[in-house]
């Protein structure tokens, strides 16, 4: 891991929307620093340094929300969510700002913009269509000795998922397809049923967008149209090495019958609820078994790639442009994968 620059640039999770009600204030380390994500009694998120610019409180340990503002728990100054002192001991504020960090909300995840250069966002994760689906079901991983490069390799290394996963018959139905930061795979395989395990292995086939290294989306249409899942794969870098690994999953149950056959008694709303946390529970158990992979792996640059790897290579020739100065990612001499 640690040949690879720690902190790509991208967006990043710190939260689940859902774990940030207005007026709540979370601190972290995140990227090698502390952070606080605020949200004000209006309902704006933001994300700013933890240390208070006045003398240097940390705004994580006893700081508050106060209308539109926070408040630092050491001499009381306020500070609006764009980083300005609004409030000093009741009288004129000084021209102190606190840091603040580009904010963005998507699918029920509070997400930050990295960039080790210091430049502003240069693109955005699309907001997606969630019509349909139930409430997100989440999982937070705080500390897994990995990076985000491998955590989203995963998604195109398609050879691990019988070795790792149990899954069988996975064929790629398109080609991988590099859109500036976006790289798009699909593909499809058989896995045992997650939700009556006694019943038949069920068919699914995957949507997979992985918009830079911290926020991949995963589209999932299992058997036929019975069922859709929507994945979301959050990994945000804390140190060098480490990574906080979230997970979600959103369910829209369109014929519940077709999954199994014992659900189709029970009332929609019910077998969404139900669905989703099983959903959860077999999604965190597979992300589980590529712990041990992850957290002992090396990485090998350049990687010696067969057949039936999958896109790891033009995944990692996509993935340089997530490191300032072009390091990291693939080997410049790596040829595409053969096919
Ligand atoms: S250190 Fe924050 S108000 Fe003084
Ligand atoms: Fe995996």
């Known amino acids: ?64 929300v106060e209308g539109d503002a926070v ?24 021209k102190v700002r606190a840091g603040t960090w580009p904010v963005a909300e998507r699918d029920g995840v509070v997400l930050t913009w990295f960039d080790a250069a210091g430049r502003p966002p240069g693109w955005e994760v699309p907001v997606a269509d969630s019509g349909g689906f139930g409430p997100l079901h989440h999982h937070t991983w705080p500390s897994l000795r990995t990076h985000p490069q491998e955590t989203s390799e995963n998604s195109v290394d398609l050879g691990h998922f019988a070795e790792v996963h149990g899954y069988t018959e996975v064929r790629e139905l398109a080609p991988v397809q590099a859109d500036g930061p976006v790289l798009r795979t699909r593909y499809s395989m058989t896995r045992a049923n997650p939700f009556v395990p006694f019943l038949a292995p069920i068919r699914t086939e995957f949507d997979v967008a992985v918009h830079g290294l911290g926020f991949s989306r995963v589209d999932a249409r299992i058997e036929g149209q019975a069922l859709r899942t929507r994945h979301l794969v959050l990994a945000t870098p804390v140190d060098d090495g480490v990574v906080e690994l979230r997970i979600g999953v959103a369910v829209e149950v369109r014929s519940p019958g077709q999954i199994a056959r014992p659900l189709g008694w029970i009332p929609r709303r019910w077998i969404t609820a139900l669905v989703g946390s099983l959903a959860l529970r077999a999604y965190r158990d597979d992300v589980s078994q590529d712990f041990r992979i992850w957290q002992h792996k090396r990485w090998v640059d350049p990687p010696g790639l067969a057949e039936g790897d999958g896109p790891v290579g033009p995944y990692r020739r996509w993935a340089r442009q997530f490191y300032p100065g072009g390091v990291g990612g693939a080997h410049p001499s790596m040829e595409p994968t053969p096919t």
């Open 71 to 94: 408040r630092c728990p050491f001499h009381g100054f306020r500070f609006d969510g764009d980083g300005a002192c609004v409030g000093a001991y009741g009288g004129r504020p000084p």
């Open 1 to 64: 891991v640690s040949e690879l620059p720690p902190f790509p640039t991208g967006w990043y999770a710190l939260c689940f929307a859902d774990e940030l009600g207005a007026g709540q204030l979370l601190s972290g380390r995140w990227f090698g620093r502390e952070l606080v994500v605020w949200r004000s009694g209006s309902g704006r998120v933001a994300v700013m340094d933890a240390h208070c610019p006045h003398l240097g409180a940390h705004l994580g340990h006893g700081g508050r």
